[in-house]
């Protein structure tokens, strides 16, 4: 193994330079950020200048920065993206993270492609297939058991191929880059960063009788993804990137959760360096220095719809955000008195206290979530727990509020104030040494990654009045590194005699040395190396497929015909998909989830064989969706078609894009094109 396969690497989400600049902050070993364009979140695009200055902070540290280039491709947009992709590598980004095989076919930087979640990486197969065309890092399906992650490990070669999965944020309960119901509904596609969140919206669950199985419940949305408690296991399992969700997502959220993970991550470190099991081998974090910060981590502070570890320990039954999409908070107190205009709590812990501005929030009788902010508390008697909150809404519009209510805190005001200021300091260790030399000093300053600067200054030598205080104040002085990213480990003094230094000399040596490391550390950067491509192309594991490969350009069908594939459907969003297809696929059951699956009811003495996988009904408004239940492999399909008025206005814009020539594919590999 090589020492790569012992580093951990935290991998954090950054909507903005800024925002990844305080990931790199509070302790992520690499940050991943959209760029001008091609990035699966439409709205969190960013300039190349603040790509560069973001990848100039991160390399201080040795943490990476890679970008996300992770839509599907219009055949015209091929062009622009490869322009864009060279001015990354110009700008001294890590890798790109793709979901477009087309991207594999033209003429790309010399940079590291790492697998977006949006290839779908669910079986070893793929995850060799993808490591042997040249992907460097893969992230895989986050429905993966460990058991099933260690499989695709054994399957690939570590040397060759980083594994990378998700340890935290919101859940898309489809497979990901398997769901087309924006795409069919609205003419925005998820594979095109445009997602509708079809997902989160409240649906009648209705069975083939037309009875009612479930009434406005967001069957489709998940909890939130925490793997807290899994660090180990999936290390065990062969996960080398720990990727935590959220390009949309706020500061005070990327600072809270990567240094959450970090520590938890750090902890988990220093437990195997010293474990004496035999599978546990010592590990690293894969950047430079440590990471202290002014605040405890704690993720139950931002927004969350409560947490799963989802499918990682097996199947469970409550990974589901029903009730409501949003943010529910935590459990604070209970309502005593409704007044005209306030209201009274009693909280359940007397320690806490409310502030104005706080958010809290309560279910109404129907279950669904009402929002209560606070405009201003008064403690009627805190160390009884007693206080009166006047909210910012008048009190007839929130619904069923009243005596007994429990009451949850969804914002903490004074934590996010918290969070608004400086609230981590991250250095890199370094031994000092003063030496004399020659009429004069030399201080060598060599960090925790070996590297070494010095720094040399003329002046006469002159004996110290104090010996021992002066040795003192010469260590202490050497000690204050400052506002740098450096933080001393250990000073040592090399005199024949205990010569006098004064500050003023001292200061400017020790600024030149840090200098110096500085650019040693600049020259001594390595960029990541691009994959290995195997020769001959091997084949992929499939020689057909449908329009769930994503293939929306000629450079993608082209790359997959390569690679033996003889049938290649045009992606959904080529619109010929116009029947009844499945429009997401997913591993959540609604049927499991509301104790109706067949397998729950064997062995069951009067229910076994009386529950069946027959079709359930979505039911939104005029949107109606049906649930097809693939028990074999324990996997739900949602079936609908595309709307004509979308179709016809998605067929448009294509034909706009591509100037009048539409878009061709072909049912069998034409050979004066893709021939070998």
């Known amino acids: 193994m090589s020492l790569q396969d012992f580093q951990l690497e935290l991998l954090a989400p950054a909507r903005t330079a800024e925002i990844g600049i305080e990931a790199v902050n509070h302790g992520a070993d690499a940050v991943y950020i959209g760029g001008p364009g091609f990035g699966a979140r439409s709205s969190a695009d960013n300039s190349i200048a603040d790509i560069e200055r973001l ?44 979901q477009d095989m087309g991207l594999l076919a033209i003429d790309m930087p010399p940079l590291q492609l790492h697998a977006s979640t949006q290839t779908d990486i669910r079986t070893p197969e793929k995850a060799r297939f993808l490591q042997d065309v040249g992907l460097s890092q893969i992230v895989l399906a986050r429905e993966l058991t460990a058991r099933q992650i260690a499989a695709i490990r054994a399957a690939t070669d570590p040397e060759k191929c980083t594994l990378e999965f998700f340890i935290h944020g919101a859940l898309c309960v489809a497979y990901s880059g398997q769901c087309y119901i924006s795409a069919a509904h609205t003419g925005r596609s998820a594979n095109r960063g445009e997602c509708s969140q079809a997902c989160r919206l409240p649906y009648q669950v209705v069975d083939d009788k037309g009875r009612f199985v479930a009434h406005d419940k967001h069957v489709l949305s998940m909890k939130d993804n925490n793997q807290s408690e899994n660090l180990a296991a999936l290390v065990d399992a062969g996960i080398r990137s720990f990727k935590i969700e959220g390009r949309y997502k706020d500061m005070g959220y990327v600072k809270n959760i ?87 709590l009693e909280l359940s812990d007397r320690s806490k206290a409310l502030s104005n501005g706080d958010g809290l929030c309560y279910y109404d009788l129907q279950k669904e979530l ?90 006469p030598l002159e004996l110290a009045k104090d010996p021992a205080t002066a040795l003192d104040t010469l260590r202490a002085n050497l000690s204050k590194m400052g506002t740098t990213i450096f933080a001393t480990l250990d000073v040592q003094v090399q005199f024949s005699q205990p010569w006098f230094v004064p500050a003023s000399v001292l200061n400017p040596l020790r600024r030149e040395a840090v200098e110096a490391l500085e650019r040693a550390r600049t020259r001594g950067f390595v960029r990541l190396a691009p994959g290995h491509v195997v020769e001959p192309p091997v084949a992929y594991p499939e020689d057909t497929l449908s329009y769930l490969a994503n293939v929306f350009n000629q450079a993608a069908h082209g790359f997959y015909a390569k690679h033996g594939v003889k049938v290649i459907a045009p992606a959904y969003e080529a619109i010929e998909e116009l029947g009844e297809v499945s429009l997401m696929i997913t591993k959540h059951c609604v049927r499991f989830s509301l104790s109706l699956c067949p397998k729950q009811a064997k062995g069951v003495t009067g229910v076994q064989g009386q529950v069946k996988a027959e079709p359930l009904q979505l039911i939104n408004g005029k949107e109606k969706l049906t649930l097809r239940f693939d028990c074999k492999p324990c996997e739900m399909h949602v079936v609908g078609k595309m709307k004509t008025g979308v179709a016809n206005q998605s067929r448009q814009e294509l034909l706009e894009a591509a100037k009048g020539v539409p878009m061709t594919f072909h049912k069998t590999r034409p050979k004066q094109e893709f021939g070998h």
């Not at 902070?57 to 062009?79: G, K, Q």
């Not at 969070?419 to 300053?445: F, Y």
């Open 55 to 98: 990848v100039a902070n991160a390399h201080r540290f040795n943490s990476r920065i890679f970008v996300t280039m992770n839509t599907i491709l219009r055949d015209d947009e091929l062009e622009p993206a490869r322009k864009q992709a060279w001015q990354l590598y110009e700008a001294g980004v890590d890798a790109l993270i793709v």
């Open 258 to 344: 990567t240094a959450h993970y970090r520590k938890l991550l750090d902890r988990l470190i220093e437990d195997r360096q010293y474990s004496d099991q035999p599978h546990h081998f010592p590990l690293s974090r894969s950047s430079s220095g440590s990471t202290s910060f002014t605040f405890e981590p704690d993720p139950n502070q931002n927004f969350n719809r409560e947490f799963t570890d989802y499918f990682v320990q097996g199947r469970q039954i409550d990974i589901g955000a029903f009730d409501s999409p949003k943010n529910p908070g935590q459990p604070i107190g209970y309502v005593t008195k409704v007044n005209p205009e306030s209201v009274e």
């Open 370 to 459: 009402v929002g209560l902010a606070i405009n201003r508390a008064e403690a009627i008697n805190s160390a009884k727990g007693l206080w009166r909150v006047f909210p910012k809404d008048p009190l007839p519009g929130l619904k069923d509020l009243r005596k007994g209510v429990e009451v949850n805190r969804n914002r903490d005001v004074n934590w996010t104030r918290v969070l608004d200021k400086k609230s981590s300091d991250r250095r890199i260790g370094v031994w000092a040494v003063l030496a004399e030399t020659d009429g004069g000093m030399a201080l060598t300053l060599t960090d925790e990654d070996g590297f070494t600067a010095t720094s040399r200054t003329s002046l």
